[in-house]
């Protein structure tokens, strides 16, 4: 019997205990699973205790088909009881339904998919092993953590000030705690970098005094525009880093727009206007034109 346990990160990160309830099917305590008094059960006459009987069916003249299905009598269970002698507790059944609520423990740090098996506290019949519950953890999607192993990811905004100058920023994790994150002064972070805070991920499995590495994905905004002062300000800031140099003898300077798809040309989408043209002056320049010969 496995039962889906929705988990959250933050319950993986700090570990669980939780309670299920389990329907299950247990030998009757009443008639000690054998369904009525002593001497009450005997073997199916009909099947003569297989469960199972044969049975001829006529097609047509002299045709006939075979199948073996459950006995009618018994109902496939190869044995009937007498109705005065039956168990009034489980209806000569031998087993009756019951509820138990097992308690689990989660562990730190387990991985999605993870099972918890508790032998023996499924379904029982005489005669056999009593099956097994298993529980398996399924962890939820986080909104600001990605998990991968014992690791975690989250992804940051930052504006191009902040890259340039520096960050300094505070996070909840997973465990309720502030934690507070800040780079080297001087050290500038690129679009789509990512840094490790070390040891502030999840708990290893098993290990739970090991801790797997925080990592910070960093998305560098740009802003859209920039005023004359602004413009000014930045050069000022920004000079010693160069500029290249310009070319003042020249005859046209054109200007950069916004990309458009609807700017696309023939060639930018296939190129077929240009292959043909292509191919008409290599075939003139010196290719051979291959032409069917007629008789």
């Known amino acids: 019997m496995q039962y889906p346990l929705k988990v959250s990160l933050e319950e993986i990160y700090k570990g669980k205990s939780t309670k299920i309830k389990v329907n299950r099917e247990r030998i009757c305590g ?7 008094k002593d001497g009450a059960v005997a073997k199916c006459p009909t099947c003569k205790g297989r469960g199972m009987v044969t049975k001829m069916q006529m097609l047509g003249p002299g045709m006939y088909s075979q199948s073996s299905g459950p006995c009618d009598d018994c109902r496939g269970k190869g044995e009937v009881i007498d109705e005065k002698f039956k168990c ?14 097992l308690e689990a423990e989660i562990d730190k740090g387990s991985p999605n998919g993870c099972q918890y098996t508790f032998h023996g506290e499924a379904d029982e019949f005489p005669g056999t092993e009593p099956g097994d519950v298993i529980i398996i953890v399924q962890e ?6 990605k998990r991968k192993g014992a690791d975690l990811l989250i992804e940051k905004e930052i504006s191009l000030f902040e890259s340039l100058t520096g960050v300094d920023f505070v996070i909840t994790h997973l465990d309720g705690n502030k934690l507070r994150i800040r780079n080297t002064p001087g050290e500038v972070i690129k679009p789509d970098e990512i840094k490790t805070v070390e040891d502030k991920g999840l708990p290893f499995h098993k290990q739970s005094y090991k801790n797997g590495n925080l990592f910070v994905l960093f998305k560098v905004k740009f802003p859209i525009k920039l005023n004359p002062q602004m413009i000014e300000g930045a050069q000022k800031a920004l000079q010693h880093m160069g500029r290249e140099d310009v070319d003042m003898d020249i005859k046209e300077v054109v200007k950069l727009d916004k990309y458009n798809e609807g700017q696309r040309n ?8 240009g292959d043909e043209s292509d191919e008409e002056e290599g075939a003139g320049a010196g290719g051979q034109r291959v032409q069917c010969a007629q008789q």
């Open 266 to 273: 023939t060639h930018a989408q296939g190129g077929t206007e």
């Open 88 to 101: 009034k507790t489980c209806n000569g059944k031998k087993v009756c339904k019951e509820t138990k609520v």
């Open 30 to 36: 009443k008639c000690d699973g054998k369904g009525g």
């Open 140 to 145: 939820l999607p986080h909104k600001t953590f």
